[in-house]
């Protein structure tokens, strides 16, 4: 098992250039299930949970070759709807293979998923739209077994506006008898990105990016192979706001690359009454040396609100703020994990139900500390850069779901940063 050293403080200088979105990878990968041929995915980030999710789809009898940059994904010759326990358990994001299975082959059995313990994160959204396309369900043994005569459009109001749950249904919903119309409908990027993969294999979809989505279905025999079968998926915002993030902290200058700043205009706003110093350029943003930030009031909401996925990060630069600073986690019941953890590095942070105050602390100090989650493998990382002395940072096996050669990519700028065999 490996580990994170990082010695501190740093600062940072030059640019960063960012993946391709696991948030939006998942989703894609599972919708290549809907059409038989080959699909061509530039630059998919060396992700553990890409790899596991390409694991699933080659276990549904899916082929993918490596081809320079590129993974070229087959599902021409399916012969399996089972995603299986050991590979599912891995992955929350595994449950997006239900909605495709069930619009293409109109059965699947999906065993009910795993992933980050942030929080319960219920299927319930997803099962009960698709009921509503007329698939019957039942739970038994840990999975999800279902089956339909034929899936019908019809209109899905979301109790929430689920991410997963607006993805599943938009792609159940391709191959279903008449429109579907999602109301409530998530808005994020990667919603938008999903629906333009779609559109490239002929679905005809509108409202992507509002909270009312439309799907025209399409009979699956009459779908034909596109030479039109290469698709690059949009930068990772989440990625790109740790990176500026990590710039703010140490008062650095650096240019991140290889995003759209407009999926970040929430998180760059509140950065910027902070007192952030952050320019658009072309591919991404410049951050400039900005000084001590100020606090903030931060509630994190679906988008186009602040992001719960750069709640660990914000933290992180509240902790070395000056003055105080509010939190409130509105997304997931569990996602304060990474608390503990900067305490310990000398941040003044206290927990009341799902808020959280951060006094600002001029100095922090490394320490040893371990990952809970993803997000909060960020936000350790963040707040060792700037940590007098040095930080050992253990089960980094969480760190390895999301972000892409995190190590080599920091010490490219500067940092000092030694990824180690523990």
């Given at each position: 098992m490996d580990?994170?050293i990082?010695?501190?403080?740093?600062?940072?200088?030059?640019?960063?250039?960012?993946s391709?979105s696991k948030?939006a990878?998942l989703?894609?990968?599972?919708?290549?299930?809907?059409f038989?041929?080959d699909?061509r995915?530039?630059?998919?980030?060396?992700l553990?949970?890409?790899?596991?999710?390409?694991?699933?789809?080659?276990?549904?009898?899916?082929?993918?070759?490596?081809d320079?940059e590129?993974?070229?994904?087959?599902?021409?010759?399916?012969?399996?709807?089972?995603?299986?326990?050991e590979?599912?358990?891995?992955?929350?994001?595994?449950?997006l293979?239900?909605?495709?299975?069930?619009s293409r082959?109109?059965?699947?059995?999906?065993?009910?998923?795993?992933g980050?313990?942030?929080?319960?994160?219920?299927?319930?959204?997803?099962?009960?739209?698709?009921?509503?396309?007329?698939?019957?369900?039942e739970i038994?043994k840990?999975?999800?077994?279902?089956h339909?005569?034929g899936?019908?459009?019809?209109?899905?109001?979301?109790?929430?506006?689920?991410?997963?749950?607006t993805?599943?249904?938009?792609?159940?919903?391709?191959?279903?008898?008449g429109?579907?119309?999602?109301e409530?409908?998530a808005?994020?990027?990667e919603?938008?990105?999903?629906?333009?993969?779609l559109?490239?294999?002929?679905?005809?979809?509108k409202?992507?990016?509002?909270?009312?989505?439309?799907?025209?279905?399409?009979?699956?025999?009459?779908?034909?192979?596109t030479?039109q079968?290469s698709?690059q998926?949009?930068?990772?915002?989440?990625?790109?706001?740790?990176?500026?993030?990590?710039?703010?902290?140490?008062?650095s200058?650096?240019?991140v690359?290889n995003?759209d700043?407009e999926?970040l205009?929430?998180?760059?706003?509140?950065?910027?009454?902070?007192?952030?110093?952050?320019?658009t350029i072309?591919?991404?943003?410049e951050?400039?040396?900005?000084?001590k930030?100020k606090?903030a009031?931060?509630?994190?909401?679906?988008?186009?609100?602040?992001?719960?996925?750069v709640?660990?990060q914000?933290?992180?630069?509240?902790?070395?703020?000056?003055?105080?600073s509010?939190?409130?986690?509105n997304?997931f019941?569990?996602r304060?994990?990474h608390v503990p953890?900067?305490?310990?590095?000398?941040m003044?942070i206290?927990?009341?139900?799902?808020?959280a105050?951060?006094?600002?602390?001029e100095h922090?100090s490394?320490?040893?500390?371990?990952c809970?989650?993803l997000?909060?493998?960020?936000?350790?990382?963040l707040?060792a850069?700037?940590a007098?002395g040095?930080?050992?940072?253990?089960?980094?096996?969480?760190?390895?779901?999301?972000?892409?050669k995190l190590?080599?990519?920091?010490?490219?700028?500067?940092?000092q940063?030694?990824?180690?065999?523990?």
């Open positions: 580990k994170l990082i010695k501190g403080p740093n600062k940072l200088k030059g640019e960063v250039r960012i391709s948030n990878c989703p894609i990968l599972a919708a290549s299930l809907l038989p041929q699909i995915f530039k630059n998919l980030p060396g553990s949970d890409i790899e596991f999710f390409i694991k699933i789809l080659e276990s549904m009898g899916a082929s993918s070759q490596a320079g590129s993974l070229i994904i087959s599902t021409a010759n399916l012969h399996n709807v089972h995603a299986d326990y590979l599912v358990r891995k992955m929350r994001a595994s449950v293979v239900l909605g495709p299975l069930l082959f109109k059965e699947a059995k999906v065993s009910l998923p795993g980050c313990a942030i929080g319960s994160r219920p299927v319930d959204i997803h099962l009960k739209g698709m009921e509503l396309l007329g698939a019957k369900i038994s840990g999975y999800i077994i279902a339909t005569d899936l019908k459009g019809c209109k899905i109001p979301l109790d929430f506006p689920s991410v997963g749950a993805e599943n249904l938009m792609m159940a919903a391709v191959w279903a008898e429109e579907t119309t999602i409530n409908a808005r994020e990027p919603i938008v990105d999903l629906a333009n993969f559109r490239q294999f002929g679905c005809e979809i409202g992507d990016g509002s909270s009312r989505i439309k799907i025209k279905g399409r009979d699956f025999k009459d779908y034909e192979v030479s079968n698709y998926i949009i930068g990772d915002r989440i990625e790109a706001a740790t990176y500026i993030i990590a710039a703010l902290m140490t008062n200058q650096i240019k690359l995003f700043p999926h205009a929430s998180v760059i706003e509140i950065l910027k009454k902070m007192g952030a110093k952050i320019e072309p591919q991404g943003v951050v400039l040396p900005s000084g930030l606090g009031k931060v509630d994190t909401a679906p988008f186009p609100g602040f992001p719960t996925d709640q660990a914000l933290m992180a630069l509240m902790g070395v703020a000056d003055g105080l509010y939190i409130r986690e997304i019941e569990n304060f994990m953890e900067l305490v310990r590095m000398g003044d206290e927990l009341d139900g799902s808020s105050i951060v006094v600002g602390e922090i490394g320490a040893p500390v371990m809970t989650d997000r909060a493998s960020a936000a350790l990382i707040a850069l700037v007098k040095e930080t050992e940072i253990s089960r980094i096996y969480h760190l390895d779901r999301g972000y892409e190590a080599e990519k920091f010490k490219l700028l500067g940092a940063i030694e990824r180690v065999k523990e």
